[in-house]
């Protein structure tokens, strides 16, 4: 597993990398920082969502709908599965969540030191 995370890191830095290429105008060390940032922040935005998602936020909402949905449509089912299908803090993958943590913190730590060495 670990070595899976430091894969996915090596493939990120070399998505920066081809993103820096790509998108610069000319090769300097800030663009080359704009574009570890472009991709942290697509990252943390991600894992936010996850993490708000685990922890059961969207859960209630999601629930009400599902209810909602029940009750306008008026359907004769005694079963009622819109109760037991599982809310989106039950369906969460660790092993993803996982993954997605570790990129977050080691591109967050990379871009740091990059901004170090800018700015020293």
Known sequence: MQNKKWSIFLINLFLTFILFFISSSSYSFVHYI??????????????LFM???KGGFFDGVTFSFRRF???ILKSNDYLEEWKEKPLPSQKFNKR???VLKFQVISLFAYL???L?????
């Open 112 to 114: 740091l030191i990059l």
């Open 69 to 71: 949905h029940h009750v």
């Open 34 to 47: 704009n574009a570890v940032f472009y991709l942290t922040f697509f990252y943390i935005v991600i894992f």
């Open 116 to 120: 170090i060495i800018y700015y020293i």
């Open 96 to 98: 993803f969540y996982s």
């Open 51 to 53: 993490y708000i998602a």
